[in-house]
């Protein structure tokens, strides 16, 4: 693994060679950052956004929170990552719900398929911006907190990305940024 760092921002580069530069897949807690950050992308490369938890709405009909309190956490993930390896095109950034990294195959199909990459937002700081939980459509379970959830993700992020940023205490466009140069130095 590469690691590079600025006063901005850290990056942690796993073998750049299995990274593809046909798409860009955004993963990480709830308010994170990935839609902000991924429209930026988006924008940069004139690319297309997709956000999977609106590509699963539609499919359903539902939102994410009736969804999951239809037919639970279980059956909410093998959905969701039913929906995921649906995914299919070039030039586009993938906004992903939080979730995603429980189903191997799904992150497995992402890495295939496009750069993953990890915002990595001190659990304080997703605290703050996430909001609540329950309307946001978050899988977590009952009785657990953001910082709970935050250590069991955590290292399944790191696990499944191709490379991970640090994003903490900037505006998601200063962030945004930091992706860019860290995603482009990624596939140099």
């Not at 709405?57 to 929170?65: F, I, S, T, V």
């Not at 990294?101 to 659990?123: C, E, F, G």
């Not at 250590?151 to 930091?178: F, I, M, N, Q, T």
Request: hydrophobic share 40%.
């Amino acid at each position: 693994m590469i690691v590079a760092e600025s006063l901005q921002f850290t990056i942690e580069i796993e073998d750049s060679r299995m990274a593809s530069k046909e798409n860009v897949t955004l993963i990480g807690m709830p308010g994170s950052g990935k839609t902000t950050i991924g429209q930026h992308l988006a924008r940069h490369w004139g690319w297309t956004f997709f956000d999977t938890d609106h590509f699963i709405e539609r499919g359903e009909g539902k939102r994410l929170e009736e969804i999951i309190e239809v037919v639970g956490f279980d059956e909410f993930l093998q959905i969701e990552a039913a929906y995921v390896q649906k995914v299919t095109g070039t030039r586009q950034v993938i906004s992903t719900g939080g979730s995603v990294i429980y189903v191997d195959a799904a992150m497995q199909y992402l890495r295939s398929i496009s750069t993953v990459v990890y915002l990595d937002v001190p659990v304080a700081e997703v605290e703050q911006r996430a909001g609540d939980l329950k309307v946001r459509g978050v899988v977590i379970a009952p009785g657990k907190t953001m910082p709970d959830l935050w250590r069991e993700r955590h290292p399944l992020y790191v696990k499944y990305a191709h490379l991970s940023v640090v994003c903490h205490g900037e505006e998601p466009a200063r962030s945004g940024e930091d992706v860019v140069r860290a995603v482009e130095a990624s596939w140099k």
